[in-house]
């Protein structure tokens, strides 16, 4: 129970509310645009009631109270979006003021103490449960914003895979003509100019358009899962993009451990390292580097995964946007689709291994783990 003097001072406080109150009210911190302005002055008249009448209610009826009031004004301070540090210093220069009125009382510091101990004490659970209670609502509204975002990025990648099917497969049609006439011309016609480019170029059209084409998910019906050799394959790599090396005098270094087999899908495994290669080459070519160099090496893990690095020493890849660069659209080149790193880290995940990049001043890495086939799945 509290004594004489605790209900003198809550006598006190409600003697000088109306002035305590318009002190308070005229030092608050207040958003113009805030839709609860008017009601800022209801809240605090009812943090003061509740202060008022504390003597009256136990200490488990008094925690409802608060509890019950914090989260109904947390709940309007969330949808007037303020900022939280304001609103806590709002409601403790209420507890300020109540306090700078202390020494008009007549009642000495240590007959005030438990109930200045009691004031506090509703102030802080006020404060906790509001504060909590706007936490926890503005990280649901982060969680549902999140989702709208992933699901409209996603319907997004999933409306892309539906025209680039459409439209891919019919540019497809006319392309693998013209290339088996480039074929044709090659045999009528052996020491032809430019046969060699043109086919080439026609390659490099047709590996992006197989890029498009991996996002709709169609490319894999009636595939099947067969096993290829990698260090062939990467052999198979740099004679294709071989111009290109040469063109912009990249020099290759390769140090690959035994021959080993995978498991999987050869063509998209291959078109990854093209991507990757493909894309140093042309970092490469756009930043001036006396000794532009391309590093190709390989190592087993634990004699079940193979680890490929593929390495340049041109300019680095700036920390923040290391972790974006596997984004679907995310591109710096002007005329970049933003497809062909995210491309490759699905291929890679779906053959379960992982794609990783690491880029300091003097080097970017991109680090390709891939579980290789182990001999009693040849029947070997």
């Known amino acids: 129970m509290f004594k004489n003097d605790q209900i003198d001072l809550i006598a006190f406080f409600d003697k000088h509310k109306d002035q305590l109150l318009l002190d308070w009210e005229n030092s608050y911190i207040i958003s113009k645009e805030d839709p609860y302005i008017e009601k800022i002055s209801e809240n605090a008249k009812a943090l003061f009631h509740v202060i008022l009448n504390m003597h009256k209610l136990t200490e488990e009826e008094l925690l409802l109270v608060i509890e019950k009031l914090a989260k109904e004004i947390s709940e309007e301070r969330v949808i007037a979006n303020i900022n939280i540090g304001d609103f806590v210093y709002n409601v403790n220069l209420g507890r300020t003021i109540m306090y700078s009125y202390l020494s ?87 020491n032809m100019r430019y046969l060699d480019i043109i086919s080439s170029e026609l390659d490099q059209l047709n590996f992006r358009i197989s890029q498009f084409l991996l996002l709709s998910k169609k490319e894999l019906i009636g595939k099947e899962k067969d096993y290829f050799k990698l260090n062939k394959l990467i052999e198979e790599v740099l004679n294709f993009l071989y111009p290109s090396i040469l063109d912009g005098k990249v020099k290759v270094i390769k140090e690959l451990c035994e021959e080993i087999t995978l498991h999987g899908y050869a063509d998209e495994i291959r078109q990854v390292f093209i991507n990757i290669i493909f894309n140093a080459i042309d970092v490469l070519n756009h930043h001036a580097n006396p000794q532009p160099t391309i590093e190709i090496n390989s190592t087993l893990e634990d004699n079940q995964y193979i680890i490929v690095t593929i390495s340049n020493n041109g300019p680095a890849i ?45 080097k970017t890495t991109f680090s390709i783990h891939l579980p290789i086939a182990l001999n009693l799945e040849l029947n070997i």
């Open 104 to 190: 008009k009382t007549g009642i000495s510091w240590g007959e005030m103490q438990e109930s200045i101990n009691r004031i506090n004490f509703c102030f802080d659970k006020f404060l906790y449960y509001a504060v909590s209670h706007y936490t926890e609502a503005k990280n649901k509204i982060i969680e549902e914003k999140t989702m709208f975002i992933d699901s409209t990025h996603q319907d997004r990648l999933t409306l892309l895979g539906q025209m680039t099917s459409s439209f891919i497969h019919e540019f497809r049609n006319p392309l693998t003509s013209v290339q088996g006439f480039i074929q044709l011309l090659k045999a009528d016609f052996p």
């Open 318 to 362: 700036p920390t923040e946007l290391q972790k974006t660069i596997f984004e679907p659209f995310f591109t710096t080149k002007k005329l970049g689709t933003g497809l062909g790193l995210f491309v490759c880290k699905e291929i890679i995940e779906k053959h379960k291994g992982k794609l990783a990049c690491n880029s300091t001043p003097n």
